[in-house]
């Protein structure tokens, strides 16, 4: 009888030996669907008997490392879910987990999978309104957080259970520590179900409300072979991924991913970015495989790339749109070209420029195998358009999409509507299957009746070496409804004021046919969830209330 293990690694091999074979993955691949999957229990633990190979690497700030073989992360995971349960953690419990990137995070992960727990990830950034909520909604019922973070519960109410992770506990919490003088034999209490419940993700909340989003053991465990094909990663790469613990990419390409190709999870822990130490580490520990947020990318590129000796062999970034000047700075300094893809919280990666595929610049890819891809018509809703919602098939679901909004049975109605998932981003394909991101549904907006993507005029504009950021939102216009309007942060050497506005302006006619070059700009700090995206509604809203502070490119005609 075939096992779930041999399932999952025959479809994780099939895309490991095609690579760089789009068509042939694209094509040849089936999702594994066993009715039975523990990732923790089926796959890792398998991968890690007996092996002495590096599992985590984390570099501290001060130089200070610590290294884990996946032989240590199985026994010590182990010894983590004989502790919880010991402290009441049973299967189908809520566990908050608020944690950096320490190896607590990494052992707290598999030993809740281990006890059929789920997990609510949260970054140690929140703090106890966003606590309150989390609770809340999500019924927790135990939570484990760093010691020096236990202070913002002291105003969250709720009977969960309290575990510190370092430091002298305060009075009633109970040490984390004490886990690993528990026993490193662990026995399930009985089997996973493929669709348990895992993880419960709150979204980082750009327009709205967050929203809950619920996976199960395959949904992320199995659906991240798409995620481990797009980065290209291979058996014994080291992987830097830098990403927030608690949000849903730091699950993609600091755990999954990753372990999903028996790879090693490398960290650089840092309390503020600093470019030419990264490259350093990234040099001295042998990175092959790198992915960032285009707003790490766009502070690599303000460096100087040459620091690096010895690039990675792949490069990646996902977050956000990447836009074609910093792809083509880093082709130009390292020699190999950043590709990019994209999925939300709610899935793996959907589309993605993978190994070997031909590039088209401005491009996100081609749909990830194991994904079947529609652009929705924006009147008819209809499937095949060239250019529209981007939305998945449901007559063909792919394992890598959640279950749903968890408590809010309408608001999953509606995303599954038709039988197709809708993202909510709107795309463009080429006759060659390629999609190009034009934006977010509620962002893409029209001005003198011409349809304007604010990531194309954010993308022109960061093509200036005066624009370090930027984001484009409709201003209110009586002739023309709206007009494109671009809040800029400055590159270093550059002051806000008119001179620099001028230039912009200019720069906007000179490479934006005339309907879409910016008539509004501000210099302003850009506001941003606790993951890093930008909270465009607030600029809008900002906008719509007017600035003293805002030029007009009439104003330098």
Same mark, same amino acid.
């Given at each position: 009888?075939t096992?779930? =293990?041999?399932?999952?690694?025959t479809?994780?091999?099939f895309l +490991?030996?095609?690579?760089?074979?789009?068509?042939? *993955?694209?094509?040849?691949?089936a999702?594994?669907?066993?009715?039975?999957?523990?990732?923790?229990?089926?796959?890792f633990?398998?991968?890690? /008997?007996?092996?002495?190979r590096?599992?985590?690497?984390?570099?501290?700030?001060d130089g200070?490392?610590?290294r884990?073989?996946?032989? /240590?992360?199985?026994?010590?995971?182990?010894?983590?879910?004989?502790?919880?349960?010991?402290r009441?953690?049973?299967a189908?419990?809520?566990?908050?987990?608020?944690?950096?990137?320490?190896? /607590?995070?990494?052992?707290?992960?598999?030993?809740?999978?281990? +006890?059929?727990?789920?997990?609510?990830?949260? =970054?140690?950034?929140?703090?106890?309104?966003?606590?309150?909520?989390?609770v809340?909604?999500?019924?927790?019922?135990?939570v484990?957080?760093?010691a020096?973070?236990?202070?913002?519960f002291?105003? %969250?109410?709720?009977?969960?259970?309290?575990?510190?992770?370092?430091?002298?506990?305060?009075?009633?919490?109970? &040490?984390?520590?004490?886990?690993?003088a528990?026993?490193?034999?662990?026995?399930?209490?009985?089997?996973t179900?493929?669709?348990?419940?895992?993880?419960?993700?709150f979204?980082s909340?750009?327009?709205?409300?967050?929203?809950?989003? @619920?996976?199960?053991?395959?949904?992320?465990p199995?659906?991240?072979?798409?995620?481990?094909?797009?980065?290209?990663?291979r058996?014994?790469?080291?992987h830097?991924n830098?990403s927030?613990?608690?949000?849903?990419?730091?699950?993609? #390409?600091?755990?999954?991913? &990753?372990?999903?190709? /028996?790879? $090693?999870?490398?960290?650089h822990?840092?309390t503020?970015?600093?470019?030419?130490?990264?490259?350093? @580490?990234?040099?001295r520990?042998?990175? =092959?495989?790198?992915?960032?947020?285009?707003?790490?990318?766009?502070?690599?590129?303000?460096?100087?790339?040459?620091?690096?000796? =010895?690039?990675?062999?792949?490069? %990646?970034?996902?977050?956000?749109?990447l836009?074609?000047e910093?792809?083509e700075?880093?082709?130009?300094?390292?020699g190999?070209?950043?590709?990019?893809?994209?999925?939300?919280?709610?899935?793996?990666?959907? %589309?993605?420029?993978?190994?070997g595929?031909?590039l088209?610049?401005?491009?996100?890819?081609?749909?990830?195998p194991?994904?079947?891809?529609? !652009?929705?018509?924006?009147? #008819?809703?209809?499937?095949?358009?060239?250019?529209?919602?981007? *939305?998945?098939?449901?007559?063909?679901?792919?394992?890598?999409?959640?279950?749903?909004?968890?408590?809010?049975p309408?608001r999953?109605?509606?995303?599954?509507?038709?039988?197709?998932?809708?993202?909510?981003?709107?795309a463009s394909?080429?006759?060659?299957?390629?999609?190009?991101?034009?934006g977010r549904?509620d962002?893409?907006?029209?001005a003198?009746?011409?349809k304007?993507?604010?990531f194309?005029?954010e993308?022109a504009l960061?093509e200036? @070496?005066?624009?370090?950021?930027?984001a484009?939102?409709?201003?209110?216009?009586?002739?023309?409804?709206?007009?494109?309007?671009?809040?800029?942060? +400055?590159?270093?050497?550059?002051?806000?004021?008119p001179?620099?506005?001028?230039v912009?302006?200019?720069?906007?006619?000179q490479?934006?046919?005339?309907?879409?070059r910016?008539?509004? !700009?501000?210099?302003?700090?850009?506001?941003k969830?606790?993951?890093?995206k930008?909270?465009?509604?607030?600029?809008?809203?900002? $906008?719509?209330?007017? #600035?003293?502070?805002?030029?007009?490119?009439?104003?330098?005609?």
């Amino acid at each position: 009888m075939t096992t779930a =293990t041999e399932v999952f690694r025959t479809a994780r091999d099939f895309l +490991l030996e095609h690579r760089e074979d789009y068509t042939r *993955a694209y094509e040849g691949f089936a999702w594994p669907r066993p009715e039975h999957f523990n990732w923790a229990l089926d796959w890792f633990d398998v991968i890690a /008997e007996g092996n002495d190979r590096t599992a985590l690497h984390i570099v501290e700030e001060d130089g200070t490392e610590t290294r884990l073989s996946f032989a /240590e992360m199985a026994e010590r995971s182990n010894r983590v879910a004989a502790h919880l349960r010991a402290r009441g953690v049973a299967a189908e419990d809520r566990i908050l987990v608020m944690l950096g990137n320490q190896a /607590e995070l990494w052992e707290t992960a598999l030993a809740a999978m281990k +006890l059929r727990a789920v997990v609510i990830p949260a =970054t140690p950034l929140l703090g106890p309104a966003d606590l309150c909520d989390r609770v809340e909604r999500g019924r927790v019922k135990h939570v484990l957080v760093r010691a020096e973070d236990t202070a913002k519960f002291d105003d %969250v109410p709720g009977t969960y259970t309290r575990i510190a992770v370092g430091g002298l506990p305060r009075e009633g919490w109970e &040490p984390y520590e004490d886990a690993y003088a528990a026993s490193p034999d662990f026995v399930p209490d009985g089997p996973t179900l493929a669709d348990d419940p895992l993880m419960l993700y709150f979204t980082s909340g750009t327009t709205a409300r967050p929203k809950l989003v @619920e996976h199960t053991h395959t949904s992320y465990p199995v659906g991240h072979l798409a995620t481990m094909y797009w980065i290209g990663l291979r058996p014994g790469d080291v992987h830097l991924n830098i990403s927030s613990p608690g949000w849903a990419k730091h699950a993609w #390409s600091n755990l999954f991913a &990753p372990w999903n190709a /028996e790879a $090693t999870v490398f960290i650089h822990n840092y309390t503020r970015f600093d470019p030419a130490r990264l490259m350093a @580490e990234m040099d001295r520990h042998g990175v =092959t495989t790198f992915c960032a947020p285009p707003t790490v990318w766009r502070m690599l590129i303000q460096a100087d790339l040459s620091q690096l000796a =010895t690039p990675p062999r792949e490069v %990646v970034a996902a977050g956000e749109p990447l836009n074609p000047e910093v792809i083509e700075q880093v082709r130009r300094a390292w020699g190999i070209t950043i590709r990019d893809g994209f999925g939300q919280t709610e899935t793996a990666v959907q %589309v993605s420029n993978s190994p070997g595929q031909t590039l088209k610049t401005g491009s996100m890819g081609r749909p990830s195998p194991g994904y079947r891809v529609e !652009l929705l018509d924006p009147v #008819s809703g209809a499937p095949g358009a060239d250019e529209g919602e981007i *939305a998945l098939d449901l007559s063909e679901r792919p394992v890598g999409l959640m279950t749903g909004y968890h408590g809010d049975p309408d608001r999953t109605a509606e995303a599954m509507a038709g039988g197709y998932y809708r993202t909510g981003d709107v795309a463009s394909r080429d006759a060659d299957g390629y999609l190009t991101y034009i934006g977010r549904s509620d962002d893409v907006f029209k001005a003198s009746d011409y349809k304007i993507s604010p990531f194309e005029l954010e993308s022109a504009l960061l093509e200036h @070496e005066a624009v370090a950021e930027a984001a484009v939102v409709p201003a209110p216009d009586e002739l023309r409804l709206a007009v494109p309007k671009a809040y800029v942060v +400055l590159a270093e050497g550059w002051q806000p004021g008119p001179d620099t506005a001028k230039v912009l302006f200019e720069h906007s006619r000179q490479v934006l046919a005339p309907y879409k070059r910016l008539r509004r !700009l501000e210099f302003a700090a850009l506001p941003k969830t606790v993951s890093g995206k930008i909270r465009r509604i607030e600029l809008r809203e900002a $906008t719509a209330a007017g #600035s003293d502070h805002e030029y007009r490119e009439e104003d330098f005609r």
